[in-house]
């Protein structure tokens, strides 16, 4: 059974730090594109990054650009989502998803269609 389970969630205070964690069973995430996505209360899901299965080529959403770095440890089979200085605004449920048919482009931060799996989301709160 195909699987993705997300960790690392939880509350942090406004400009700390959490890493998120993306681990696969049933499959190898090294052959796949990988998402990290985030629905807020009220809002629609939206992407945040998205990193290559084949040359480790990340993008990220304007709003996260320099404070989030998408990873992955092939050995682990395993997608972290560091996330740094973090505002009240990021707090959400991400959520991981895999791609292993779409050609890699900027188009997967945001392109959810393309993705086949997803994890069933961590929870993550920034507050003081």
């Known amino acids: 059974q195909l699987q993705l389970v997300e960790s690392g969630g939880g509350l942090v205070q406004p400009g700390g730090s959490l890493r998120l964690s993306c681990a696969a069973s049933?499959?190898?995430?090294?052959?796949?594109?990988i998402g990290w996505f985030r629905q807020a209360p009220g809002k629609e899901r939206e992407g945040v990054s998205c990193?290559?299965?084949?040359?480790?080529?990340?993008y990220y959403t304007g709003s996260v650009k320099g404070r989030f770095t998408i990873s992955r440890d092939n050995a682990k089979n395993t997608v972290y989502l560091q996330m740094n200085s973090l505002k009240p605004e990021d707090t959400a449920v991400y959520y991981c998803?895999?791609?292993?048919?779409?050609?890699?482009?900027?188009?997967?931060?945001?392109?959810?269609?393309?993705?086949?799996?997803w994890g069933q989301g961590t929870q993550v709160t920034v507050s003081s």
């Open positions: 049933g499959f190898t995430l090294d052959d796949y594109t």
């Open positions: 998803a895999a791609d292993g048919i779409t050609t890699f482009s900027s188009m997967c931060v945001n392109r959810r269609t393309q993705y086949d799996y």
């Open positions: 990193i290559s299965d084949t040359d480790g080529r990340t």
